[in-house]
């Protein structure tokens, strides 16, 4: 279970990035405190596109810087007014700064509203989009499941090659019990015969065998049938237990 949880986590890690892409969303790390705490360095801002019309203060919203437009900026929309040209202008502030930013934010500037973030997750995905990042996201996946595997069959081995015998030794043992009248030792060992493999439909059989006709024995039998549902010796059995019960209302 830990190696598949690994794996699990791994592959989430590689599939940061394309996993919002493909619902029309935007993942972008964050590189600084200013947001800080709604949104930390190195979360992960989900960005969902939205119309400038659409976004009101107390919006988080994320915008190209006006002097480089390479750069991305998330901060909190604080007032939204007009230009002469009736062009929306967005004045925006980092919750962790003590001021308002000094450049007025052009609606075409604007890429959306941030919807959720991940913390920490943004060093996830850088880690992720690097070369080496995705070699080790996807090999490492392998050699774990490689290990799993060594660590099942080293498990294995260890048990030892009788292990598997031991239902029939459990019911060869309960049956001696069972014909020596020792009932409630052999309901013991067809229990264990059971829990070792609850396939073996005869366990099941003779386990109902050591309880008195009645709810009791159908109940075992109808577990039995449970785990068992092609066994036709537990449908016969239930089939006979019901008339009996039936004859003897």
Same mark, same amino acid.
């Given at each position: 279970?830990?190696?598949?949880?690994?794996?699990?986590?791994?592959?989430?890690?590689?599939?940061?990035?394309?996993?919002?892409?493909?619902?029309?969303?935007?993942?972008?790390?964050?590189?600084?405190?200013?947001?800080?705490?709604?949104?930390?360095?190195?979360?992960?801002?989900?960005?969902?596109?939205?119309?400038?019309?659409?976004?009101?203060?107390?919006?988080?919203?994320?915008?190209?810087?006006?002097?480089?437009?390479?750069?991305?900026?998330?901060?909190?929309?604080?007032?939204?007014?007009?230009?002469?040209?009736?062009?929306?202008?967005?004045?925006?502030?980092?919750?962790?700064?003590?001021?308002?930013?000094?450049?007025?934010?052009?609606?075409?500037?604007?890429?959306? @509203?941030?919807?959720?973030?991940?913390?920490?997750?943004?060093?996830?995905?850088?880690?992720?989009?690097?070369?080496?990042?995705?070699?080790?996201?996807?090999?490492?996946?392998?050699?774990?499941?490689?290990?799993?595997?060594?660590?099942?069959?080293?498990?294995?081995?260890?048990?030892?090659?009788?292990?598997?015998?031991?239902?029939?030794?459990?019911?060869?043992?309960?049956?001696?019990?069972?014909?020596?009248?020792?009932?409630?030792?052999?309901?013991?060992?067809?229990?264990?015969?059971?829990?070792?493999?609850?396939?073996?439909?005869?366990?099941?059989?003779?386990?109902?065998?050591?309880?008195?006709?009645?709810?009791?024995?159908?109940?075992?039998?109808?577990?039995?049938?449970?785990?068992?549902?092609?066994?036709? @010796?537990?449908?016969?059995?239930?089939?006979?237990?019901?008339?009996?019960?039936?004859?003897?209302?």
């Amino acid at each position: 279970m830990p190696t598949v949880l690994a794996i699990l986590v791994l592959l989430l890690a590689l599939l940061a990035g394309a996993g919002p892409a493909a619902l029309g969303l935007d993942a972008l790390v964050v590189r600084s405190g200013s947001m800080a705490p709604a949104i930390g360095a190195g979360d992960l801002a989900i960005v969902k596109p939205t119309k400038p019309t659409d976004l009101v203060p107390g919006d988080v919203i994320t915008y190209r810087a006006q002097e480089r437009p390479d750069v991305l900026v998330t901060h909190r929309l604080v007032s939204v007014d007009r230009d002469d040209q009736d062009q929306l202008r967005f004045t925006t502030k980092g919750d962790a700064n003590n001021a308002t930013d000094q450049v007025i934010v052009d609606q075409t500037a604007v890429l959306g @509203r941030v919807i959720f973030d991940v913390p920490k997750a943004g060093y996830v995905m850088d880690f992720a989009r690097r070369t080496e990042g995705k070699i080790v996201l996807i090999g490492l996946p392998a050699l774990l499941l490689a290990l799993d595997h060594v660590l099942s069959t080293r498990k294995q081995r260890q048990k030892g090659p009788g292990d598997g015998n031991r239902p029939t030794e459990y019911i060869a043992r309960g049956r001696v019990a069972l014909n020596n009248g020792a009932t409630k030792a052999a309901a013991e060992l067809f229990d264990r015969a059971i829990a070792a493999d609850p396939h073996r439909d005869e366990a099941w059989l003779l386990k109902a065998t050591c309880v008195a006709r009645g709810p009791e024995r159908l109940a075992i039998l109808r577990a039995g049938l449970t785990v068992n549902p092609e066994s036709l @010796r537990l449908k016969k059995a239930v089939e006979i237990t019901l008339a009996a019960e039936s004859a003897a209302g």
